[in-house]
């Protein structure tokens, strides 16, 4: 069965603090899709970032990095340089592939709640 | 923005009442994802439809169901409402081009059962 872990459940941090969020998944397929969403406190979720089960490299994107490594069944997410605006539940994500390049489901860990004061 | 329109924003009603939200996915994409998310149950996936067929069932009560229309609109009927059911439902659509694997979320409709 697949499932997510997110063991952080709260993490507050002070503006300008380094913070990685850790996400460890468990799935019996070969191929398979990780994801992270970021909700702020308006509510809607926002899609930051898709790692293929096939391609370990890490990536950056700004202030934001993510390490994926199969070996230890482990997507984190880093924040560099936190600011307020960074505040929000953080859910990483599991799906296995379909068909036509559309996903199944969507398995989300409990998330995170990134509190980052001034 | 994410592309993805859900209606209404808000949604009040008494324990047995019937209500139907409703989304529109990205233009192009062809599934749609339904999720619930509630305090104690976190972010659940629901049921999965794509080009107007039902694709994959998550938890979903029988007093719940959906369908999704030719224009790919989808709706979300939920019935014999319980205090339990109040929730964020949400909305995702993808597969608007090969390769991409990513679902979008409308803004939710966040349903108060009174």
């Known amino acids: 069965a697949q499932k997510v872990t997110q063991a952080q459940t709260e993490i507050s941090v002070v503006e300008k603090e380094d913070v990685t969020l850790d996400c460890v998944y468990e799935?019996?397929?070969?191929?398979?899709?990780l994801f992270w969403y970021k909700q702020p406190p308006s509510g809607e979720l926002v899609f930051l970032i898709r790692?293929?089960?096939?391609?370990?490299q890490n990536e950056i994107s700004g202030r934001y990095s993510w390490n994926f490594q199969k070996s230890t069944s482990s997507f984190n997410f880093t924040i560099t340089a936190s600011q307020v605006v960074d505040s929000a539940v953080y859910f990483c994500?599991?799906?296995?592939?379909?068909?036509?390049?559309?996903?199944?489901?969507?398995?989300f860990g409990t998330g995170t709640l990134l509190a980052v004061q001034p | 923005d994410s592309g993805v329109t859900q209606t209404p924003k808000h949604l009040i009603t008494a324990t047995g009442q019937r209500v139907t939200l409703r989304c529109s996915p990205r233009?192009?994409?062809?599934?749609v994802y339904w999720y619930q998310q509630s305090l104690d149950q976190g972010l659940q996936f629901l049921i999965q439809?794509?080009?107007?067929?039902?694709?994959a069932k998550g938890n979903i009560l029988e007093r719940f169901s959906a369908q999704q229309f030719p224009d790919l609109h989808s709706e979300l009927n939920l019935s014999s409402l319980e205090l339990g059911d109040s929730a964020l439902y949400f909305c995702?659509?993808?597969?608007?081009?090969?390769?991409?694997?990513?679902?979008?979320f409308g803004p939710g409709t966040r349903l108060t059962v009174t």
């Open positions: 995702a659509s993808s597969g608007q081009r090969p390769g991409s694997y990513e679902q979008y």
């Open positions: 799935t019996r397929d070969t191929t398979y899709y």
């Open positions: 790692r293929n089960s096939f391609d370990e």
């Open positions: 994500a599991l799906s296995e592939a379909g068909y036509g390049g559309a996903t199944n489901k969507l398995i």
């Open positions: 233009s192009g994409d062809l599934s």
């Open positions: 439809y794509y080009n107007g067929e039902e694709r």
